[in-house]
Structures are given as structure tokens and as C-alpha cells.
């Protein structure tokens, strides 16, 4: 029983910190898809650890795009915890069932793996179309209901809206409707707005201003900095598989050349075998 008492302690304080982490200052989160990369993000510096569904799925053999079942994520995702002494907040894509009842479940199994945070997607396929505002205001009250039930009303739910991501409507219309799914998501309990594929300054600037949550948005290559991310009001900035295609790209390119040349010159500035073992032993 002290165990578990010890456990909940932990990660309310974990959720508490995640809180302030978001609030304070500009969070940068580079995403994790395993064990061993979140350890190696956290020593490089993260101060709170986000998960990546499609980095996730990969390292699991599947696609992206909840080809996952819940009970595999959520395993995944308690690794991560497992791994690290940071929040994880953990990308649940669209709560693993369309019914506001999935998400619960996805919800709960989440915080007793011991997460502090998730992302729900209102969208209800790859490339859409998206729940109707009213749908989705239900998923994520469900989701709210569900994290004060299971003893961790402070988890930080971050709405995922796939607008612009899908290029959904008229794209003269877009920003009003982020705008409006926003205002709808913070009454249903939501914490924050997240929207991939929005990267013009101008329009986050915008969008950052009339938002009634705190906007999170989806770095990329060729993309704004994160230093003018922030200075458009961005409070929280991820790479989603970024960092994962990186390493996947950084192990063909080894490969290719052993295979290739014969060559080693791939590996050179790689992280030493001690640097890495030792993250895993605790």
C-alpha cells in the first residue's frame, strides 16, 4: 500500500511540475518513441518528455495512424515513464475509439501507466474528416472526467486539431475554425490547442492572440525556429517524428555505406556504448 501511495505522490507531483513547465515558460518537448530515446532526450536536457505516435508505431513495426491498439500504446508509453524521471505526456491519437467512452478507457489506462499528459486528435481518419466541434467537446470531457476519476485531475490535455494538417474547408476559413474548435475545447476542459501544420507567423501570431488556450505548434525542417515559434506566442513547441526519422535516416546512412563502401566514417561523433548503457541502469 505505501508503494502505491508513493507512486501517486510521484506522479501528481510529476503532473503538477508538467503544469507549471506549461505555463511558465515556452515548453519545448523533442519527442521520444521508446525507452532509449526519451533517456536520451532527457540527458540532453529536456525537462519533460512527449511521446510520438508515429515513432511509436514504427518502433513497434506498424504505421502511423492508430494502427496501434490501445493496450500497445499504452505499454509503450509506460516504458517511456519507466525510463525517465520527467512528465511524459503521451500522444493517444484519437483515444483509440470514436465514442467518448473509448477515450475514457484510453484516458485511464494512461494515467495508471503513469502519465501526466495527453494529445487527442479530432480527426477521425488520416486526412480526415474531423469530429464535428460538439463530438469532440464530448470526447474530451470524457477525457476530463475520466483523469479526475482515475485521482489525476491535474492531467494536462492538449486538443490536437487537424484543420490545417488536413487542409479541412476553405483555407480562407481555417483560422476561424481553429478559433472556434479552441473555444469550444477549453469550455469542454481542455489545457492547450495543439495545431500541426500551421508554421506561418503571421496566422500563429494571430491565432495565439484570440485563442482562448495556450497554442502548441508542430516544428519542422525548413520551418520557423523555435526562437520565432515563441516570439509569434507559441508556448509549446514539438517536433512529432522528427527526431525519429532523424535517427531511422542517421541508421540507413551507416548501414549504406558499411554495406556500400565498406566505410565507418557514419559512425564517427556517435554517442559512446558507456554513455548509453548507463541510462538504463537504475
Not at 507531483?13 to 519545448?28: C, D, I, N, Q, Y
Not at 486539431?161 to 479552441?182: K, M, N, P, W, Y
Not at 475545447?185 to 495565439?208: H, K, R
Not at 520557423?224 to 535517427?247: D, F, H, K, W
Amino acid at each position: 500500500m505505501s508503494v502505491d501511495n508513493s507512486t501517486d505522490a510521484a506522479t501528481e507531483g510529476k503532473a503538477r511540475r508538467f503544469r507549471a513547465l506549461s505555463t511558465e515558460s515556452v515548453l519545448v518537448l523533442p519527442n521520444a518513441w521508446d525507452a532509449a530515446s526519451a533517456a536520451v532526450i532527457a540527458a540532453a536536457g529536456a525537462t519533460a518528455i512527449a511521446t510520438t505516435s508515429g515513432g511509436v508505431s514504427w518502433s513497434l513495426g506498424r504505421g502511423d495512424g492508430q494502427r496501434l491498439s490501445r493496450g500497445e500504446m499504452v505499454e509503450a508509453a509506460r516504458r517511456i515513464v519507466d525510463s525517465v524521471d520527467l512528465p511524459v505526456t503521451v500522444d493517444v491519437e484519437r483515444g483509440y475509439g470514436p465514442a467518448p467512452a473509448d477515450v475514457a478507457a484510453t484516458v485511464r489506462a494512461v494515467v495508471e501507466a503513469g502519465a501526466v499528459g495527453v494529445n487527442l486528435e479530432d480527426s477521425t481518419a488520416v486526412g480526415g474528416p474531423l469530429f464535428d466541434i460538439p463530438e469532440q467537446s464530448a470526447r474530451l470531457l470524457a477525457a476530463r472526467e475520466a483523469a479526475a476519476a482515475a485521482g489525476l485531475p491535474e492531467l494536462f490535455i492538449n486538443a490536437r486539431t487537424d484543420v490545417f494538417l488536413f487542409a479541412i474547408g476553405a483555407s480562407d476559413g481555417r483560422l476561424g475554425e481553429v478559433l472556434a474548435r479552441a473555444a469550444a475545447y477549453a469550455e469542454a476542459g481542455a489545457d492547450g490547442i495543439f495545431v500541426p501544420g500551421l508554421l506561418d507567423l503571421e496566422m500563429l501570431s494571430t491565432l495565439c492572440a484570440e485563442s482562448p488556450l495556450p497554442v502548441n505548434a508542430m516544428a519542422a525542417a525548413g520551418g520557423p525556429s523555435v526562437t520565432e515559434l515563441a516570439q509569434a506566442g507559441v508556448r509549446r513547441i514539438s517536433v512529432g517524428t522528427g527526431l525519429a526519422q532523424a535517427a531511422y535516416t542517421a541508421a540507413r546512412r551507416a548501414a549504406a555505406e558499411l554495406l556500400g563502401t565498406g566505410g565507418l566514417t557514419a559512425l564517427d561523433g556517435s554517442l559512446d556504448f558507456s554513455e548509453l548503457d548507463v541510462l538504463f541502469r537504475h
